[in-house]
């Protein structure tokens, strides 16, 4: 699903288009309204009395992601570490004089 461009040579993919990526999104829009509409039709087998809200689990797994958002980005404070965490010469030159990698032994 890939042609070539003619000015750079590179490929084009099918979400390099913003038409195929609103496309997409308004499809999906779409479809969610549709399960919700459905919500009002279906009749389901539930056990606990809070299933029976309207759009129950919708709301459910919207409140859920934008928890986890939030508890991540807290987490994030934790366990940041700094840029050059994994450097153990930050001020060395990664290269030789010839243009090679060094490799050092730690």
Not at 5 to 10: E, Q, Y
Not at 21 to 47: A, F, N, T, W
Not at 68 to 75: G, I, R, S, T, W
Not at 84 to 94: K, L, T, V
């Amino acid at each position: 699903m890939s042609e070539e461009r003619k000015d750079t040579g590179s490929k084009i993919y099918l979400f390099d288009n913003p038409k195929n990526v609103k496309l997409v999104i308004r499809g999906l829009l779409v479809l969610c309204v549709i399960l919700v509409i459905l919500d009002l039709i279906i009749h389901r087998h539930s056990v606990h009395p809070w299933e029976h809200i309207f759009a129950f689990y919708p709301l459910y797994g919207f409140v859920s992601c934008v928890v986890l958002v939030l508890l991540a980005k807290e987490l994030r404070k934790l366990v940041m570490r700094s840029e050059n965490y994994y450097d153990p010469y930050p001020d060395a030159d990664p290269f030789d004089d010839d243009g090679n990698q060094e490799h050092h032994d730690a």
